[in-house]
């Protein structure tokens, strides 16, 4: 990669704020306006306020962006994390002219392409090809070169059937798929992506992330991306900034972006979880279920936190919402940021009757785990006749950490030797 100072700017952000104001700003009229500031006055119940609304946020502000300085370069893809309410929406709001900074300054130099949500930028009565002639407009390209790439940008978005049916009877997998495609193929010299591809399918994901991979490598574009997901993080992006109420903690390489994003989020300290009211995975609603996980926890621990030697021990309890039979339960052992590491499975150990309160005390070697944070999910399927697999329950299980546990002489880094530690190599 070239050095910075010999390369164009994109977009540069010098003291960014942006502030919102909490609650309801105005009564809607000016006379309710009075009344309410009256009664604030006397100290008497506001005459406009909701039933079931115990008091208005009057004068207090929220700082979504507080003093953000970026520099973003030509041909640059750059990741955008961080928890929930960082700011991470706001900063792309503020990059796509949705909203105004409250302070501070932005420069773009260049169009920009935005997909900040499904269906940003489409008119519901429009077809899918109007609608991509009113999204060139708005870039200010001619209907001449809208018509030159309209076949390729039909072709991508593998909705050639529906192009000429108005966007309002799309499904959002649909949406998605026409409105990426638009942004990737329509000239703009800067492309900002919040986390929409989530609601495409598999291969579309896979495809949409290598087109913005070719448009900074190859085409010289810029990418903005916003994601929770790491795995995607990692595959496009060059730098990734990682942003904390509102400000900017780290701008470099993306695996010690991801590091200091993750270790913003501590480590839920609980060795049991109750289930009973926490909602199920949205596509479990649609299964006839059987069983329903009621508890989990460690055995004999009073901390997450174990040396690799150790043997882990949990109890997982559960209710049979029917008769079941040959029941099996399978533990998938991820990394904090959700990217799979390994899974171990009980096989045919339950069978019970309706109502039955049941549980299984259990026994994991984890003597292969390096050092590093991990989290469970506990899944419980049944097999049919014919071998395929079908799940009748899953919930997220305990976290844990690993503790360093030099057992081969070798300090473990994570990073570069992997979070799996296979047993020594034996000479034969």
């Avoid at 010289?220 to 496009?236: A, D, E, F």
């Avoid at 990734?240 to 989020?265: H, M, R």
Wanted: net charge negative; with cysteine; aromatic share 8%.
């Amino acid at each position: 990669m070239s050095n910075n100072s010999n390369r164009n700017i994109a977009i540069q952000l010098s003291g960014v704020k942006k502030q919102y104001r909490l609650g309801q700003i105005g009564g809607g009229t000016l006379t309710a306006d009075l009344q309410s500031w009256w009664a604030r006055v006397r100290g008497k119940e506001d005459p406009n306020m909701r039933i079931d609304q115990d008091q208005r946020l009057i004068g207090k502000s929220f700082m979504a962006l507080n003093g953000v300085d970026l520099t973003i370069y030509q041909g640059e893809a750059i990741g955008i994390i961080g928890s929930n309410g960082a700011g991470k929406s706001t900063m792309l709001k503020l990059l796509s002219r949705v909203t105004a900074p409250t302070a501070g300054e932005i420069d773009i130099y260049g169009r920009v392409a935005s997909m900040l949500e499904v269906g940003t930028g489409f008119h519901g009565e429009m077809t899918g090809r109007e609608n991509v002639y009113l999204n060139g407009a708005i870039l200010g390209m001619t209907k001449a070169e809208i018509d030159a790439k309209m076949e390729d940008i039909i072709e991508f978005s593998e909705v050639r059937e529906f192009i000429d049916t108005p966007v309002k009877r799309y499904s959002s997998g649909m949406y998605v798929k026409l409105a990426f495609s638009v942004a990737a193929h329509l000239d703009s010299e800067i492309m900002i992506m919040d986390e929409v591809l989530a609601v495409g399918d598999m291969a579309f994901q896979k495809k949409c992330l290598s087109k913005m991979r070719d448009a900074a490598k190859e085409e010289g574009r810029t990418v903005l991306y916003v994601s929770h997901n790491m795995n995607t993080i990692r595959q496009l992006c060059d730098r990734c900034v990682v942003l904390d109420k509102g400000k900017v903690i780290f701008i470099g390489d993306v695996e010690d972006a991801i590091e200091i994003y993750l270790s913003t989020a501590d480590v839920p300290q609980d060795i049991t979880i109750d289930y009973k009211n926490i909602p199920r995975l949205q596509w479990l609603k649609y299964v006839n279920t059987k069983i329903r996980t009621l508890e989990s926890g460690y055995i004999g621990k009073d901390s997450v936190r174990f040396v690799s030697s150790e043997k882990m021990r949990l109890y997982i309890k559960w209710i049979n919402e029917q008769n079941v039979k040959d029941i099996c339960l399978r533990i998938e052992i991820l990394k904090r940021d959700r990217t799979p590491i390994g899974t171990t499975f009980l096989y045919n150990f339950y069978s019970g009757d309706k109502n039955n309160v049941s549980s299984v005390e259990c026994e994991l070697d984890i003597s292969a785990l390096a050092k590093g944070s991990y989290a469970m999910t506990y899944v419980f399927f049944e097999i049919d006749e014919f071998g395929n697999t079908n799940d009748i329950d899953c919930v997220h299980g305990l976290f844990f950490e690993i503790l360093e546990n030099n057992v081969s002489g070798v300090i473990w880094s994570e990073r570069n030797l992997g979070n799996i530690r296979f047993p020594l190599i034996n000479k034969i």
